[in-house]
């Protein structure tokens, strides 16, 4: 059923609207059952934190998203792990095993000298995507919203295609105070000066997508989804939900509005 009034959205690939979702530990089956009904809507899977390296079969699931057209990338905390051990070779070794041609490169974890992560990106933006993020995993590291557009606008420049930012699977970190609301001032701050297209916000909570998309629109791309989420957050895109039903449609369907 085609219904009028609703945003139209790219196709895959996609330059805009992009979608992450979280894989913690999917099995087969699983990611198979996800992409049957939402393969369509998911752009890169995301194999959570180090899960990579402690669940079976991942180079057959990577097949099947690699199938399904959706990118897959490794947790940024598995790439931290490795090269604070100085292993980053087994690292290329693995994900090239893997046949992943993503990378995501972050700092939320160790402490990292800002112009070496740049070279990092650059080093594998050369043959591979890169992902790179922005903000810590703690809640008391605080990073004030000119050093963050300046992080962010040195990783785009070094080969970052998307730069994330921080929310952790949680979302009370980074971009959002520990009630997981929004921090408006550091995300209006960061869009000032950062197209937004070239950013990736992380969002697992319904609440979260629902002020993202009312922001910044239905084309807004969010990361951190969970796969149960999938379908529901394409509703909330499309205006098929009661929290964004009146943001696509024309002026004179307002008075509708419940009072």
Request: glycine share 8%; hydrophobic share 40%; with cysteine.
């Amino acid at each position: 059923m085609i219904l009028p009034h609703l945003p139209e959205r790219q196709e895959k690939p996609r330059a805009k609207g992009v979608t992450m979702m979280m894989d913690k530990g999917l099995s087969l089956q699983e990611a198979s059952n996800i992409i049957e009904v939402a393969g369509h809507l998911i752009d890169f899977a995301k194999l959570g934190f180090g899960t990579s390296i402690v669940s079976n079969k991942v180079k057959e699931k990577v097949k099947l998203y690699h199938a399904a057209g959706i990118k897959v990338f490794l947790g940024g905390t598995l790439f931290e792990a490795c090269l604070i051990r100085d292993c980053l070779s087994e690292y290329e070794k693995f994900i090239h095993e893997l046949e992943i041609d993503c990378v995501e490169i972050s700092d939320g974890s160790m402490a990292m000298d800002h112009s070496k992560k740049c070279e990092l990106i650059t080093r594998f933006a050369k043959d591979r995507t890169v992902l790179s993020e922005v903000g810590a995993k703690e809640e008391d590291v605080f990073t004030d919203s000119g050093l963050w557009v300046h992080h962010i606008k040195a990783e785009l420049e070094a080969g970052s295609s998307f730069v994330i930012a921080e929310a952790r699977e949680g979302g009370n970190v980074g971009i959002y105070k520990n009630t997981g609301k929004a921090d408006d001032a550091l995300i209006n701050e960061i869009l000032k000066h950062i197209p937004p297209q070239k950013l990736l916000w992380e969002a697992p909570l319904k609440s979260q997508q629902v002020w993202f998309i009312k922001l910044l629109g239905h084309d807004v791309n969010l990361g951190n989804i969970a796969p149960s989420d999938m379908i529901p957050l394409e509703t909330l895109r499309l205006g098929l939900r009661g929290d964004t039903f009146f943001d696509v449609l024309p002026g004179e369907f307002q008075k509708f509005r419940i009072q």
